[in-house]
């Protein structure tokens, strides 16, 4: 919030805060809400001031069994910002974690509910939330570093191995402070509620390793700890405060600019069609209302959700590799990519890079590669070799500086597509294109090499006929959150 000099300074922080006109926070971009210290230029007296806290409030969880569902309840008088879940397991000799970033593949869903609210429940898949919080890092570097973040691999290790994520719903992404919007929360009629759906360990436990592909590992069946962790900070002067000029005048309404994150899941069998691409084509029905900025996918063979007994047998976290996909409404191509190269090219001018990043992953044993492998690779130093493989993100943007759209606060007048059809083609690539894996031997970067043909190379898919596929579409839409009189909203 600004604040200048006297009466008008605060006058012009309520107007950019608060307004009785809702005429003037029809758009999300026509509500400011711009900086929590005056500028130099704006006064000469720092009026307000603030004490921010990282990590000061912190909410467990009432459950921590894998499988089920955990509740966080958010209650504070502060503004609340940078929301994150930090959790862990407890592994043992037996256990094999092969992926970092598993911490997504242990998630399900994330569900956020407001106390006295018209908003719907929101709900951001698993898959999808993974697929959001890369597209909203700034570069490759800071993906892979979301990525380690979430969960480094583990093989056969008794120790306690911790994952922390963003929950990117509303005012929240991986990009922090600088698209984030923090939320008052002494006007709020009641505590946040967010809810995380956990996979059973199945789903990011391997089943097997280099050397025996029959071995049944030890999985688990809680978490050791799970955690909400936010940054918070206080007006040390409450005549500032929103909270204060509500009371003053009810009638206010106070406006977050937001974006939020819906999600469908489809799913669909997909034939081999013989020239090595499979091509899903769904109609979409169910397009949320707002404005429609991004939509995002993540497709996978349905199998790879659920593993075994013995846990999975495919490694997966980012979306097969597609080869070219199409997005039509009312006959006119809204996107249109044919080729790969040609994704990553739209990307490179929208984005500033190609959104392409390494997913490492840790397999122990003797190497043993299918035949007709480049090369056999050797262990590294600590017994465990090491690979990594090229993946992307796979997304629509439908605004014009799409970077700043979902990285920063800049919100364009786009149109929503509540209730009409939407047509998406999706082709899937199962030859390997000259971006998608390679592998590191003992090491050392400068031995990274093709491999074509390696047992754990999830983009190799010479599935049979008819394999169901699992479908995640995150609509990425932007809104105001509205709170007025105690009730929570979202103007669409």
Not at 58 to 63: L, M, V
Not at 364 to 374: D, I, M, S
Request: proline content about 3%; glycine content about 6%; overall charge negative.
């Amino acid at each position: 919030m600004e604040f200048g000099q006297g009466d008008i300074g605060i006058d012009n922080a309520v107007g950019n805060v608060l307004s009785d006109k809702r005429l003037l926070l029809s758009h999300p971009g026509a509500s400011k809400f711009n900086q929590l210290y005056a500028t130099a230029d704006k006064s000469t007296t720092n009026l307000a001031e603030t004490v921010n806290s990282r990590g000061r409030l912190r909410q467990s969880s009432n459950s921590k069994a894998l499988g089920s569902r955990s509740d966080f309840y958010i209650s504070s008088s502060s503004l609340v910002s940078d929301i994150m879940i930090t959790f862990s397991v407890t592994t043992t000799a037996a256990t094999h974690m092969m992926q970092r970033g598993w911490g997504f593949q242990a998630i399900n869903s994330i569900e956020i509910t407001y106390a006295n609210s018209l908003i719907q429940n929101l709900v951001i898949s698993g898959p999808i939330l993974r697929e959001m919080l890369l597209l909203s890092c700034r570069d490759q570097e800071a993906r892979e570093n979301l990525l380690l973040n979430a969960g480094d691999h583990v093989f056969g290790a008794k120790v306690d191995n911790y994952a922390c994520i963003p929950v990117p719903l509303l005012n929240q992404n991986a990009s922090g402070v600088c698209s984030n919007y923090p939320l008052d929360f002494s006007v709020m009629n009641g505590p946040m509620t967010v809810s995380i759906i956990w996979n059973k360990s199945q789903s990011f436990i391997m089943s097997s390793d280099d050397t025996d592909i029959t071995a049944s590992l030890a999985l688990i069946s809680q978490l050791s700890n799970a955690t909400i962790v936010t940054q918070t900070s206080d007006l040390q002067d409450g005549a500032f405060s929103v909270k204060r000029a509500l009371n003053m005048n009810p009638e206010l309404v106070y406006s977050i600019p937001s974006k939020y994150v819906n999600t469908i899941v489809y799913k669909q069998n997909v034939a081999y069609d013989g020239n090595n691409k499979d091509k899903i084509q769904i109609n979409l029905n169910s397009a949320p209302s707002g404005i429609l900025s991004h939509m995002i996918f993540n497709v996978h063979p349905t199998s790879w959700e659920t593993g075994t007994a013995n846990g999975l047998t495919q490694i997966f976290g980012s979306s097969v590799d597609l080869f070219s996909y199409k997005l039509t409404y009312g006959g006119q191509a809204l996107y249109q990519s044919d080729s790969y190269p040609e994704m990553c090219a739209f990307d490179l001018q929208s984005y500033g890079d190609s959104l392409l990043y390494d997913e490492y992953f840790a397999l122990g044993g003797v190497a043993k590669p299918a035949a007709g492998a480049v090369q056999t690779l050797a262990d590294g130093d600590d017994g465990v070799v090491k690979r990594r493989m090229r993946s992307r993100i796979y997304h629509i943007p439908l605004a014009h500086d799409a970077r700043e759209v979902i990285r920063a606060h800049l919100t364009e007048n786009l149109p929503s597509y509540s209730g009409a059809t939407l047509q998406l083609e999706l082709v899937l690539n199962k030859n390997k294109s000259q971006y998608a894996l390679m592998a590191n031997k003992s090491g050392n970067a400068s031995n990274f090499v093709a491999i074509q043909n390696w047992p754990w190379e999830k983009n190799n898919y010479e599935n049979p006929n008819n394999v169901q596929y699992s479908v995640h579409i995150g609509y990425v839409l932007e809104s105001l959150l509205e709170v007025s009189n105690g009730t929570v909203d979202l103007q669409l």
